[in-house]
């Protein structure tokens, strides 16, 4: 069985169709996403298409919880729940419309919807059954990272979705280092972190939505089998 950790996807799906391509993943095979799939990017259908197609052709997906599907999830339980009005107040729905700036617009639109619950049932689910992390027998996997200096660290839920700073304890991840996306990283600095193993972490975000920026642009994926890279440059169909 081969399994593949993928960076920060950000609705990129025909970026993510020509990632999955490159690596042919087959029955058995498992796909770890780091989190933040959704919002910014235009082309979410077709991202969770793909998914749903791996899962029928055998294909393991676990998905990790990421700032942005925390903040789907937030907006969600409210619009479930709306809070009444109060005198004056103009703004009711406060977590839905910080989804919304924060790219949640984007998934909207692309899927021809004005409100949440007007979104895909099975996307829905796939965002609620994201975990906060993965343990596995070389490497710790988690959208952000970890606040160390609580005790345990896995308690601290919020740090592993939204921390942008952390030193790894390598002693209380037994060794393990740490993959995870979140902070957009330029290419070069992902590659000499990969290639050497004094580093407690590898951020596996190149910001495939920022393909305006230097040293970014593109989707990658690390192979936790051979711990090799494969990258895949930014292909949407918009500008």
């Given at each position: 069985?081969?399994?593949?950790a993928?960076?920060?996807?950000?609705?990129?799906?025909?970026?993510?169709?020509?990632?999955?391509?490159?690596?042919?993943?087959?029955?058995?095979?498992?796909?770890?996403?780091?989190?933040?799939?959704?919002?910014?990017?235009?082309?979410?259908?077709?991202?969770l298409?793909l998914?749903?197609?791996?899962?029928?052709?055998?294909?393991?997906?676990?998905?990790?919880?990421?700032?942005?599907?925390?903040?789907?999830?937030?907006?969600?339980?409210?619009?479930?729940?709306?809070?009444?009005?109060?005198?004056?107040?103009?703004?009711?729905?406060?977590?839905?419309?910080?989804?919304?700036?924060?790219?949640?617009?984007?998934?909207?639109?692309?899927?021809?919807?004005?409100?949440?619950?007007?979104?895909?049932e099975?996307?829905?689910k796939?965002?609620?059954?994201?975990?906060?992390?993965?343990?596995?027998?070389?490497?710790?996997?988690?959208?952000?990272?970890?606040?160390?200096?609580?005790e345990p660290?896995?308690?601290?839920?919020?740090a592993?979705?939204?921390?942008?700073?952390?030193?790894?304890?390598?002693?209380?991840?037994?060794?393990?280092?740490?993959?995870?996306?979140?902070?957009p990283?330029?290419?070069?600095?992902?590659?000499?972190?990969?290639?050497?193993?004094?580093?407690?972490?590898?951020?596996?975000?190149?910001?495939?939505?920022?393909?305006?920026?230097?040293?970014?642009?593109?989707?990658?994926?690390?192979?936790l089998?051979e711990?090799?890279?494969?990258?895949?440059?930014?292909?949407?169909?918009?500008?």
């Amino acid at each position: 069985m081969k399994t593949w950790a993928i960076g920060d996807v950000h609705a990129c799906g025909h970026t993510l169709k020509a990632l999955v391509d490159t690596l042919g993943p087959t029955p058995g095979d498992c796909l770890i996403f780091l989190g933040d799939l959704i919002d910014r990017g235009k082309t979410m259908p077709s991202a969770l298409d793909l998914i749903d197609e791996l899962k029928l052709n055998g294909v393991q997906i676990r998905l990790l919880r990421g700032n942005h599907e925390d903040a789907f999830i937030q907006a969600f339980e409210e619009s479930q729940n709306p809070p009444k009005r109060k005198l004056f107040q103009k703004n009711i729905l406060p977590a839905f419309n910080v989804w919304k700036s924060f790219g949640g617009n984007e998934v909207l639109r692309s899927f021809g919807a004005n409100r949440m619950s007007e979104l895909p049932e099975h996307l829905i689910k796939l965002i609620y059954g994201s975990e906060m992390w993965i343990e596995l027998d070389h490497f710790i996997l988690v959208h952000a990272g970890f606040n160390f200096s609580h005790e345990p660290f896995w308690e601290d839920t919020q740090a592993m979705m939204w921390i942008r700073e952390f030193d790894v304890d390598l002693s209380k991840t037994k060794g393990r280092r740490v993959v995870h996306g979140h902070v957009p990283v330029s290419l070069e600095l992902i590659k000499q972190t990969l290639e050497q193993p004094n580093f407690g972490f590898i951020d596996l975000d190149n910001g495939c939505v920022y393909r305006d920026r230097p040293g970014m642009g593109n989707l990658v994926a690390l192979d936790l089998n051979e711990t090799t890279l494969i990258v895949q440059p930014n292909i949407e169909p918009y500008a």
